[in-house]
């Protein structure tokens, strides 16, 4: 049974400065601040308030981000939402449009996985489509055990850097003659480079280690090697970092014999949607981990893996903790630390301490109970920190 909680909130509440003493080493726990140093982002907000695009897309994609708006609202973030529907259909062409113009518009955006129509040749992904209308060139995903969580593997914490709008996401595919298709791989100097540099900047920011390039350069001499090629190049301005590289598939192998290898992975696009799946899978799975999707003018926030969760839908049990997470990316991209704290610190309580969970991680609550609870926690936490509330 939850606790009864009733406090009303004065409408300064969770907007004065206050000093955090943290739950514990894992303040800010997934480094979900944004590592780019780009001045024009984000956009100013209008009247003191952020406007940010949100793409529900589908399968358990809207109930989660009601969750979202839900949490938000109740730590009382400068934040609007501006709702954006992509639906396969006649009208898709035109959803796809406008939702690229509220994000151009906006800056930033929030999205769930929107659903491809696998049936028809002429159709490009959305979700693709949106990376490569925005420029979006780098996807990073912090992938960190949480402590308690039953998992193939404790402790982990690897940062993947996958290459976002190149290699065979380019959807440059035809049909030479009856039976035979050839699709085209796609990879140059100038985005790898931009990547690289993304990348050995992140890891100098956060003092990451070792950096590893991965690759089939053994196979792919021409792309793959091009790729490795950059990446090395680029290394040589970051001296502190280790660089080295590892073929893709054995890369699998050591991830799910002995992740701890890892620091720092680098790659091209579809290595990265592989590998990203295969390491949130040892550390908890899909429900868990957030991707941040980052270019020179905009960002969009997402679970990392991105999976409809048809077979969830409507069930009111999916795992709202990665959405959450890329709500704190969101919040700490738009330099509202206070409120991405806020919710990062109730999750880790929620989770960790309380052992509060959904079913995917070992617990029994419904999603809207863990939402409860998250927001109870969030009020336990931090109200007596704040002034103008009541009990």
Known sequence: MLRSSKIIYSNSHFKKKINFTPLSSQRNYHNHQPPLGNEEIPHKPYGGRHIVTMLPGGGIGPELMNYVEDVVKFVNAPIDFEKCEIKDG?????????????????GVGIKGTI???????????????????????????????YPGITAKYKNVDVVVVRQNTEGEYAMLEHECRKGVIESLKI??????????????????????RKITVVHKAN??????GLFLKT?????????????????????????VSNPYD?????????????INNVICGITGGAGLTSGSNYGSKYAIF???????????QNKNIANPVAMLNATVSLLYHLKRDIYARI??????????????????IGGDLHTSDMIDYLKENISLLYCEKYAGYQK
């Not at 990879?187 to 956060?206: G, Y």
């Not at 997402?302 to 969830?312: M, S, V």
């Open 219 to 224: 196979i792919m001499k021409l792309s793959d």
């Open 343 to 360: 919710i990062s610190e109730a999750i880790y309580k929620t989770i960790c301490i309380d052992n509060q969970r959904t079913m995917d």
């Open 302 to 312: 997402e679970p990392a893996c991105r999976t409809l969760g048809k077979t969830l």
């Open 262 to 274: 890892f620091d720092m992975l680098i790659m091209p696009n579809l290595y990265g949607t592989i």
């Open 115 to 145: 659903e491809p129509n696998l049936n028809s040749l002429n159709f490009k992904n959305p979700n693709v489509e949106i990376r490569n209308k925005l420029d979006l060139f780098v996807n990073l995903t912090v992938c960190k055990s």
């Open 187 to 208: 990879i140059t100097q100038k985005n790898t480079m931009r990547v690289a540099k993304f990348a050995f900047d992140f890891a100098t920011r956060f003092r990451r």
């Open 231 to 255: 990446v090395k190049e680029v290394s040589k301005s970051y001296p502190h970092i280790k660089c080295n590289d590892i073929i893709v598939d054995a890369t699998t192998m050591k991830i």
């Open 90 to 106: 006649p009208t898709l062409d035109e959803d796809l449009r406008n939702a690229i113009i509220s994000i151009k518009r906006n």
